[in-house]
């Protein structure tokens, strides 16, 4: 923070210092600019996006952090820092999360859903089980690939919603350890080919079939 001059007004400050925060800060960034030293002037509007406040009932009651909304433009920006294999197979992705939210917040209020209905929630369960992260273990870009294009290829709906993670671990060493060439095509070129699709295929079909019977046993 040495070099670094913060122009900040909070969502109760008055409409009129609200509005002149950001001409302030442009001001600031010029006076440097004229004087020939290097200046980076970044804007930002917290009032327009979202924190715990924001979702009273999910944060309190749900356990789930909500670390996005696709419904607010800061959830919708992270597509251009993607690799091309990531947005191949993720495409899908924010609309089904969308799609899940809305209906499980209806069907709180419906007692006789049909079974298509069901189905589509229960795979929503997974679907956001699948998103669950445990702390201080980030996963790498080609295992977030392996894990997105597992559920939305539906191969998941076998599963019970306890062993999707288990699943999934197990399927991310299984994929390392017997297919390492899917790896390597997604570190080297990040695109997620037809090779690699083939390969991503293979390895989840024949651990699934290793994994249910393992848990029949």
């Given at each position: ?12 400050a008055?409409a ?9 800060g442009?001001a ?19 009032s ?24 607010i ?9 993607q ?9 899908k ?7 899940f ?15 298509a ?19 201080s273990?980030?996963?790498s ?8 294009y ?8 076998s ?20 297919k ?11 695109t997620?080919t ?24």
């Amino acid at each position: 923070m040495e070099y670094t001059i913060v122009v900040a007004e909070t969502a109760d400050a008055p409409a009129t210092l609200q509005y002149l925060a950001p001409y302030t800060g442009a001001a600031l960034a010029e006076y440097f600019m004229y004087h020939e030293r290097h200046t980076s002037i970044i804007y930002d509007n917290p009032s327009k996006q979202m924190d715990k406040s924001s979702y009273p009932p999910i944060y309190s009651n749900s356990g789930i952090r909500p670390t996005i909304n696709v419904g607010i433009s800061a959830s919708r920006v992270g597509s251009a820092a993607q690799i091309k294999a990531m947005k191949q197979v993720a495409g899908k992705l924010k609309l089904e999360l969308a799609q899940f939210a809305e209906l499980e917040t209806i069907a709180q209020f419906i007692s006789d859903l049909d079974k298509a209905t069901h189905n589509q929630l229960a795979r929503g369960q997974r679907l956001r089980e699948m998103l669950k992260q445990s702390q201080s273990a980030p996963l790498s870009v080609d295992e977030q690939i392996v894990t997105i294009y597992t559920e939305t290829n539906k191969y998941l709906d076998s599963l019970e919603v306890s062993q999707v993670n288990k699943f999934l671990g197990q399927l991310r060493t299984y994929l390392k350890t017997n297919k390492p060439q899917f790896q390597e095509i997604i570190s080297s070129i990040k695109t997620f080919t037809e090779e690699a699709g083939i390969l991503l295929k293979e390895a989840i079909e024949e651990h699934m079939e290793r994994f249910l019977l393992q848990e029949q046993t």
